[in-house]
Each structure stands twice: as structure tokens, then as C-alpha cells.
């Protein structure tokens, strides 16, 4: 049963992601930007993503190509995906739901994953922005939720810029306010090595010398010296 459950979602993964990798590859014209990877506009796609795992490439739909700076948000969202892998990641939150396909918890553990890594890249193309680039990049992803086509799926490998309302109230939540987080880590970093450090320290202290006279020693043929006398059997 757990080996019929798990084949039915490799294949039911495989599908998916074929299918769409179809859908967005028809029809798509390359589109001549400055970038490190290959770009192309779909008719396909709801939202920019990046598509391929060991030819990875970033694929816009018209949204995107209303204006240079949104342009230039989508591009830097999917460079931020590409430079972290998320597409391995992505590969790996498949075979743990192939594997657990029975665990609720797995599932809902690869769901968080894929809105972490959205909320990463969200901060790591918004790195040094300011409160106007901030509030165009909220109003992007806003414009992408309006969009027929579905945003995300645990069953695909590609990342797709868009994401549901649930998770996009986090998103924009974040995007809103400045990150202050390196302090903070610091800090944290710093009273758990502290910590570690103080029990290390506690348990040191706490172990027993070993007794420097002999009463109560145990010799090998189980007799006990008290010191004073012959030994007494034990």
C-alpha cells in the first residue's frame, strides 16, 4: 500500500510538472533583457517563474513587461530563486511528499517550505529598497493574485512569483516593514552558544572525583576493605 501510494504521486508529480513545463514552453519568444539566464515571454503563465532544473530559465507573462521597473522586480524575484536553488529544493519537498504521501504534517511542512522560500527571495530583491520600490513590489504581487491561472502547487518544481491570498497577506505584511532581523539573530546566536557553553561548564563541575583512600573499594575478588580490618565477603 505505502509503495502503490508512493509510485502514484511520483507519477502524478511527473505529470504536473510536464504538463506544465508544455503549456509554458508553447508558443514562448525569447526576450533580449541584460541577464545571467535565458528569458522568454509565455501566454501560458500567470505570473514570471523560473522553469528547468539543470537549464534553468526565466519565463514572464505580459504583466510583467508593462513597465521596466516591474520588470526588473519579477527578474530580480526569479534570479533570487535560481542563485538559492529553491528549484533542488523544490525537488527534495517532492520526494519527502512521495515518501510520507500519508503524513499531513509532511505536506504541511512542504507548503511552509514553499512560502519560506517565497518570503526569502521577496527580502533578497528588496534588499536596500526603499518605501516606494517596496510598495510597487506589493502592488505587483497583488496584480499577479487577480490572475485566472493558479499561482502555486507543492507538486511543481518551478516558482512561480505569485501566491495564494493566505499567503500573500504574509508576503505583503513583510514587504511592508523593514527588515531588522540581523540584530536580533545576532543576539539570539550569542545567548545560545552562551548557554551552551554554561552547561557544558555545569556538567564538568558536577562529575566525581574518584575517592583518594581506600574504604569502600571494591578489590576484584569482590571483597570490601573498610580500612580497619581484614576484608568482609560482599
Not at 39 to 58: E, K, Q
Not at 125 to 142: D, I
Request: positive net charge; proline residues 6%.
Amino acid at each position: 500500500l505505502w509503495l502503490a501510494g508512493a509510485a502514484a504521486g511520483v507519477a502524478l508529480a511527473l505529470w504536473r510538472n510536464l504538463a506544465f513545463a508544455r503549456r509554458v514552453k508553447r508558443g514562448a519568444v525569447p526576450v533580449e533583457v541584460p541577464c545571467p539566464l535565458p528569458v522568454y515571454l509565455s501566454d501560458g503563465l500567470a505570473s514570471p517563474c523560473l522553469l528547468g532544473l539543470f537549464r534553468p530559465a526565466i519565463y514572464l507573462c505580459d504583466g510583467a513587461l508593462t513597465s521596466q521597473a516591474g520588470l526588473d522586480m519579477a527578474l530580480a524575484h526569479e534570479l533570487a530563486h535560481w542563485r538559492a536553488g529553491d528549484r533542488f529544493w523544490a525537488l527534495l519537498r517532492l520526494a519527502c511528499c512521495a515518501v510520507h504521501w500519508f503524513d499531513p504534517l509532511v505536506w504541511l511542512g512542504a507548503w511552509l517550505s514553499v512560502q519560506d522560500c517565497e518570503r526569502a527571495c521577496d527580502h533578497r530583491a528588496l534588499k536596500g529598497a526603499g518605501p516606494e520600490v517596496r510598495e510597487a513590489y506589493g502592488l505587483l504581487l497583488l496584480s499577479y493574485l487577480s490572475r485566472s491561472a493558479p499561482g502555486h502547487s507543492l507538486l511543481l518544481t518551478s516558482s512561480p512569483m505569485a501566491s495564494p491570498l493566505r499567503a500573500l497577506r504574509g508576503r505583503i505584511a513583510l514587504i511592508g516593514q523593514r527588515p531588522r532581523y540581523k540584530r536580533a539573530a545576532a543576539i539570539l546566536l550569542a545567548l545560545c552558544a552562551a548557554a551552551a557553553c554554561l552547561a557544558a561548564c555545569t556538567g564538568a563541575e558536577e562529575e566525581t572525583a574518584l575517592p583518594s583512600s581506600r574504604e569502600g573499594a571494591v578489590d576484584p575478588a569482590g571483597m570490601v576493605e573498610t580500612g580497619d580490618g581484614p576484608g568482609v565477603t560482599g
